[in-house]
């Protein structure tokens, strides 16, 4: 009889199984999280990195531990703007919504949950995956080197990062964020490594990424340094060595970029001579904007209200559209805005033509996606919670380390502006790791 009572004992001293599971079971969980984490970067650099669309909101939910009242309510605030934006909806069109949502959830999610991911990243060595990260990324620029002496192409210096998704233009974004981590370390050894960091980022050929990248650091200068003058003169050196190594390292890509930025000003200025606006070539990448405004012409509440997620031309209308990568186990759902003012950019008679005509005639842009399918307060949202971010890692420095506020802001203004020509909120791989850097930055400490 007493043996049958033996088994509820393990009930009767529930401390004793707190003191020696529990811990083990924290420990495991602590490990799972941080296999995901690492997980989620190294997919970036691979030809799995479109897993990151899904992988990327586990990761992020699994990193919050508290949630703060202010930003529940910033939550429903989008909620409230992306609901404006069904007012352009009907039926099927739901689903371009739906896919919408996935694709900006973890843009969206890191600008309104920053406090909360960031302050649990604090028991983790983000210092560890980041170098880890970026090795790896360096790597892969010495085997595109290795791909370019073989083959001199402009899309040929890939290594081993594979041509889904953004492909070159995915990875020069990366290359840059490799720039602005290695330069702001004090090892001597690190420098060295975002002088290449550099030059990988120039054998991307991604000629509006390289006016990006100057631009950035022109505003950042503005902004951050007290001898602008002579911070300026540094970014024309700068500039001039980039010019320099296009020029010697591949001459057709050299004078391709220059017409490329001789023709976008040029379409700038017809636009607004209209005396002349069919004289001159404009650009798909210009044309999408000018289409734009003559949709909300039409219809002028179009500019408030938006005309839904996955509407116009975001990365979800343009995978659902069924004519540029339809997803196969998704009917095609096309929005009558996306197909009068956008299909006609990017079809299948243009994605048939070698090269597709170049960069300057793709349709991207998450600032104008964004505009377009959430309104007027959709991205004015997402510019307050940019700014919102920033004050926040900038009030993380305790000390005044120009070094790093320079580059905060600089980090900060390239992604606003890279998202003018490109649908890179929409890309994990792209935002996922622009926070954890400029969360690293925030976080040094200059050593004494």
């Known amino acids: 009889m007493g043996d049958r009572s033996r088994p509820n004992n393990v009930f009767v001293n529930p401390l004793k199984f707190t003191t020696l599971y529990l811990p083990v079971f924290l420990r495991l969980v602590m490990l799972i999280r941080k296999a995901i984490f690492l997980f989620n970067f190294f997919i970036f650099l691979s030809p799995l990195r479109n897993l990151s669309v899904f992988i990327s909101p586990l990761t992020l939910i699994l990193f919050v531990k508290k949630l703060r009242v202010k930003d529940i309510l910033i939550f429903f605030l989008w909620g409230i703007i992306s609901i404006l934006s069904f007012i352009e909806l009907n039926g099927v069109i ?38 880890f990260f970026f090795h790896v990324l360096i790597i892969n620029g010495i085997v595109g080197l290795i791909q370019f002496s073989i083959n001199p192409a402009d899309d040929s210096a ?86 320099f190594v296009i020029f010697h390292v591949n001459r057709s890509a050299f004078f391709y970029n220059i017409n490329n930025i001789v023709v976008f000003f040029g379409a700038v200025v017809s636009v607004f001579d209209n005396s002349h606006y069919y004289d001159y070539y404009v650009p798909r990448k210009i044309l999408v904007f000018i289409n ?34 339809s997803l196969s186990f998704l009917p095609t759902s096309v929005t009558n805005y996306h197909f009068k003012y956008v299909m006609p950019l990017w079809s299948k008679e243009i994605l048939s033509q070698q090269y597709q005509d170049g960069s300057m005639n793709q349709p991207f842009s998450s600032f104008l996606s964004i505009l377009a399918e959430y309104g007027f307060l959709g991205i004015a949202f ?41 649908n890179i909120y929409e890309y994990p791989e792209i935002i996922f790791p622009f926070f954890i850097v400029v969360f690293w930055l925030s976080k040094k400490r200059k050593s004494v």
């Open 94 to 131: 739901v689903l371009n919504y739906i896919v919408s949502s996935l694709l900006l959830f973890p843009f969206l999610f890191l600008l309104i949950f920053h406090r909360s991911f960031f302050s649990s990243l604090t028991s983790y060595r983000v210092d560890q995956f980041l170098c």
């Open 158 to 243: 890939i290594g081993f990062y594979g041509r889904s998704g953004l492909q070159m233009h995915g990875l020069a974004i990366l290359y840059v964020f490799s720039f602005v981590y290695f330069y702001t370390s004090d090892s001597k050894y690190f420098k060295i490594k975002s002088f290449f960091s550099l030059v990988f980022f120039v054998t991307c050929f991604y000629g509006i990424g390289l006016v990006v990248f100057s631009l950035s650091l022109l505003l950042a200068i503005i902004i951050s340094s007290k001898n602008k003058i002579r911070a300026i003169f540094y970014v024309m050196v700068l500039f001039c060595f980039m010019a």
């Open 292 to 325: 734009y405004v003559d949709m909300v012409r039409e219809n002028p509440s179009l500019f408030v209200t938006g005309v839904g997620g996955g509407g116009f031309n975001s990365r979800a209308a343009f995978l659902l559209n069924g004519d540029y990568s």
């Open 382 to 422: 997402i510019v307050f919670m940019l700014s919102r971010l920033r004050s926040y890692v900038l009030g993380l420095l305790d000390y005044s380390d120009d070094l790093n506020r320079f580059f905060i802001n600089f980090i900060i203004i390239f992604v606003f502006i890279i998202g003018c020509s490109d």
